[in-house]
């Protein structure tokens, strides 16, 4: 899968548009949904314990690969849920 990953890349820098990326393509490589309207991430599974180790949503952000005002919404999320304890700054 990385190399078709790499192929495509390569492709694209050449110009050739030969290849268009679809809709299930893109959901699968940006790991966003599809759907009608705007385009959400999906939590991953793993995010309780990576918090554990490294509580910031500007790491969470680098470790997935996401905006950090995905993470953001992510662990404001998980925090309503009663998954994660409050925020350490608490809110204003």
Excluded at 13 to 20: C, I, L, N, R
Excluded at 29 to 48: E, H, N
Excluded at 50 to 74: E, M
């Amino acid at each position: 899968m990385v190399e078709d990953l790499k192929d495509g890349l390569d492709q694209r820098k050449k110009g050739d548009k030969s290849e268009e990326r679809t809709g299930a393509t893109a959901a699968r490589t940006t790991g966003r949904t599809q759907g009608a309207g705007r385009a959400y991430r999906r939590t991953p599974d793993d995010i309780v314990e990576v918090f554990n180790q490294a509580p910031s949503a500007t790491t969470l952000a680098r470790h997935y690969g996401v905006p950090r005002h995905t993470v953001q919404g992510w662990l404001r999320r998980l925090r309503s849920e009663g998954l994660l304890p409050p925020s350490s700054r608490g809110a204003a």
